[in-house]
T-cell receptor, first 115, second 112 residues
Framework: DQQVKQNSPSLSVQEGRISILNCDYT??????FLWYKKYPAEGPTFLIS?????DKNEDGRFTVFLNKSAKHLSLHIVPSQPGDSAVYFC??????????????FGQGTILTVHP | NAGVTQTPKFRILKIGQSMTLQCTQD?????MYWYRQDPGMGLKLIYY???????DKGEVPNGYNVSRSTTEDFPLRLELAAPSQTSVYFC???????????FGPGTRLTVT
């Protein structure tokens, strides 16, 4: 039962263009969503998050959009840079009493940005 | 600030052997987590802790044990290693809020 899904295993874009990474979830209790970036042989690094009370959050080149009715979120990277090449994980959590901030992760999307 | 540190970085175990993966954080975070990542898959939660002396099972706890005697340390014990435990293991921690977790660099474990 995959509660968080990233249906695109990989994405390839040209430097300077927009990268759009997608994520779908099934559990209506999720109310906080995060994106992590992971380089090979390193641990995941937090990138950006969004609460379910918002539909957009921006941080520099990174913007996360949340569509609660569709249970869908996306990460936009503009402009994309070769250093953005990594695996991107979508994760979800909820603020319920027994959640304790546990994260449910998607499978990841490998982003490759070509110079 | 070292953040979250994990040792060892790599380990090869024979079937049936045991080992402890170490995790230490110096951020005084109450919440700590252990995940495993299999190839092409996302991270799956093994165990978590909400404070010293308090631990609970995650999604995939079978074959593992944890303890939390101090705020800083959260070791993961593998008893009777099996090939299915070949994976990369990540430890993470976070303060009370927000929900962002800080991850260690991981331990790559191979069981043969």
């Amino acid at each position: 039962d995959q509660q968080v899904k990233q249906n695109s295993p990989s994405l390839s874009v040209q430097e300077g263009r927009i990268s759009i990474l997608n994520c779908d979830y099934t559990n209506s209790m999720f109310d906080y969503f995060l994106w992590y970036k992971k380089y090979p042989a390193e641990g995941p690094t937090f990138l950006i998050s969004i609460s379910s009370i918002k539909d957009k959050n921006e941080d520099g080149r990174f913007t996360v959009f949340l569509n609660k009715s569709a249970k869908h979120l996306s990460l936009h990277i503009v402009p994309s840079q070769p250093g953005d090449s990594a695996v991107y994980f979508c994760a979800a959590s909820y603020a319920g009493g027994t959640s304790y901030g546990k994260l449910t992760f998607g499978q990841g999307t490998i982003l490759t940005v070509h110079p | 600030n070292a953040g979250v540190t994990q040792t060892p970085k790599f380990r090869i175990l024979k079937i049936g052997q045991s080992m402890t993966l170490q995790c230490t954080q110096d951020m005084n975070h109450n919440y700590m987590y252990w995940y495993r990542q299999d190839p092409g898959m996302g991270l799956k939660l093994i165990y978590y802790s909400v404070g010293a002396g308090i631990t609970d099972k995650g999604e995939v706890p079978n074959g593992y044990n944890v303890s939390r005697s101090t705020t800083e340390d959260f070791p993961l014990r593998l008893e009777l290693a099996a090939p299915s435990q070949t994976s990369v293991y990540f430890c993470a921690s976070r303060p009370g809020t927000p929900y962002e977790q800080y991850f260690g660099p991981g331990t790559r474990l191979t069981v043969t």
